[in-house]
Every structure is written in structure tokens, then in C-alpha cells.
């Protein structure tokens, strides 16, 4: 193989390690953000350390997850659960700490969803 098609496959592999990377700080600072507004929506109280390493945990779940089809499910339940073990609750409330996370990216989708509609139909005429 030419030594600049080595080249661009290293630059390639470069950026989907970057995109990697990028994914999964943006997905410890929505779970920090969502652990955070979800244990006062349950209120229990927890020290900064502690919540940041159990959204340090479901981002990597979720990060690693999330390159599966259909992973963001299972990244789902697994960050119920990692919230059901680490603040020792009940399965309700391992889901009620995740609910603004769910809010948030039912959101998002709706709002994707919609630009994707308005550039079909502004693509169409």
C-alpha cells in the first residue's frame, strides 16, 4: 500500500478516536449534570466525588455501549442499575435518577426529527 494511503487510514483512525474521546466527555458532562438533578429529584444526598464517579461509570458503559446497535437500550438498564448499586436504592429509583437524562434526550430526538422533516421539505422544493 502506498505510504499516503497509510497515511490517510492513520488520519482516519486518528478522527474515530477523537470522535470516541469527544463523545464521552460530552457524556460525563450530561450524566454529571443528569445524576446530579436526579438524585434531588429523589433526594438523596451525595458528596461531588461520589457523583462523579458513578457518571464517570455510565459514561463509559454508555460510551462503550453505544457503538452496539440498539446499545443505548442497554446502556439504559446498566445505568439504572450502576445507580441502583453505587446509592443503594431500588430499581424505581435507579430509573427516577435517570429520568432527566430520558426527558432530555426524547428532546433532543424530537428536535433532530424535526430538522430532518423541514430539510426534507425545504430540500424538496
Same mark, same amino acid.
Given at each position: =500500500?502506498? %505510504?499516503? *494511503?497509510?497515511?490517510?487510514? @492513520? $488520519?482516519? @483512525?486518528?478522527?474515530?478516536? &477523537?470522535?470516541?474521546?469527544?463523545? $464521552?466527555?460530552?457524556?460525563?458532562?450530561?450524566?454529571?449534570?443528569?445524576?446530579?438533578?436526579?438524585? #434531588?429529584?429523589? #433526594?438523596? /444526598? %451525595?458528596? $461531588?466525588?461520589?457523583?462523579?464517579?458513578?457518571? %464517570?461509570?455510565? &459514561?463509559?458503559?454508555?460510551?462503550?455501549? @453505544?457503538?452496539?446497535?440498539?446499545? !443505548?437500550?442497554? *446502556? !439504559?438498564?446498566? &445505568?439504572?442499575?450502576?445507580?441502583?448499586?453505587? !446509592?443503594?436504592? /431500588?430499581?424505581?429509583?435507579?430509573?427516577?435518577?435517570?429520568?432527566?437524562?430520558?426527558?432530555?434526550?426524547?428532546?433532543?430526538?424530537?428536535?433532530?426529527?424535526? =430538522? =430532518?422533516? $423541514?430539510?426534507?421539505?425545504?430540500?424538496?422544493?
Amino acid at each position: =500500500m502506498h %505510504s499516503n *494511503a497509510m497515511l490517510g487510514l @492513520g $488520519f482516519l @483512525g486518528f478522527g474515530v478516536f &477523537a470522535i470516541i474521546i469527544f463523545v $464521552f466527555i460530552v457524556g460525563l458532562i450530561l450524566e454529571l449534570i443528569n445524576t446530579f438533578i436526579g438524585l #434531588k429529584i429523589v #433526594k438523596i /444526598d %451525595s458528596e $461531588f466525588i461520589e457523583i462523579l464517579k458513578v457518571s %464517570s461509570y455510565k &459514561a463509559v458503559t454508555n460510551t462503550i455501549l @453505544g457503538l452496539l446497535p440498539f446499545g !443505548f437500550i442497554l *446502556a !439504559f438498564v446498566v &445505568a439504572i442499575y450502576i445507580n441502583k448499586t453505587f !446509592f443503594d436504592t /431500588d430499581w424505581k429509583n435507579g430509573l427516577l435518577i435517570e429520568l432527566p437524562l430520558l426527558v432530555l434526550g426524547l428532546v433532543i430526538g424530537l428536535f433532530f426529527m424535526l =430538522m =430532518m422533516i $423541514f430539510s426534507f421539505i425545504a430540500f424538496a422544493y
